[in-house]
């Protein structure tokens, strides 16, 4: 705007022949291009942005833990617990197991948490090792359904090679070759304090 009125000033004193006559006068024009010059240092004020939006920042994924509790909308778990109890009952009832048993087991061994992996490497509910997922043909451990089918079905083996349920959970936690190998529970602390926790929660003492 002031370049303009500063080009009207010279067209308009070159037409005339005077410095000053006609159009945007000395005095006026002086007036004039003060007022704008204040105008446009009132305009140039750095103001904020009112019409900026935020980008999002996503929060860090929750590191999977052992220790995790997913009964109850853990945010790690990938299954409501209505989704847990069906697959954990057609499991129990697929492989003639009691679905008390099944989920005492899965309890223990994960506390419900599906992504759940322990510092020796065992992953998901039924905390099975890699070499065992394998074996029983589990190509996903953190699929509940791939999981407890697979966990099932090793408990499964392990009772009707033994006999006996607590044997069975001993197989299960030390390796059937512990059992063998002491001709019963073996005297390690851990798998005794494993089978007293499941007997606890299925109300055997």
């Avoid at 067209?11 to 000053?20: E, H, M, P, T, V």
């Avoid at 079905?153 to 349920?165: A, E, T």
């Amino acid at each position: 705007m002031i370049i303009r009125l500063m080009q009207l000033q010279i067209i308009n004193s070159s037409s005339s022949g005077q410095k000053r006559s006609g159009g945007v006068g000395g005095a006026n024009f002086a007036l004039l291009l003060s007022t704008l010059m204040k105008s446009s240092n009132t305009n140039n004020v750095v103001r904020p942005s009112y019409g900026y939006t935020a980008r999002t920042v996503k929060p860090a994924p929750v590191k999977e833990t052992s220790s995790a509790r997913a009964v109850g909308g853990n945010p790690n778990n990938n299954i409501s617990s209505q989704g847990m109890e069906g697959i954990v009952q057609k499991t129990a009832s697929r492989y003639g197991l009691d679905p008390n048993l099944l989920k005492a087991v899965i309890s223990v061994e994960s506390d419900f948490n599906s992504f759940a992996v322990s510092s020796a490497g065992a992953m998901g509910l039924m905390q099975l090792m890699p070499s065992t997922a394998k074996s029983l043909g589990v190509t996903n451990p953190f699929d509940p359904k791939q999981n407890i089918d697979g966990g099932a079905r090793y408990l499964k083996s392990m009772i009707d090679r033994f006999g006996d349920v607590n044997l069975a959970l001993a197989a299960y936690n030390a390796g059937p070759g512990a059992v063998d190998s002491h001709g019963g529970v073996p005297p390690y602390r851990q798998t005794v304090s494993y089978i007293q926790k499941i007997n606890r929660l299925l109300g055997v003492e």
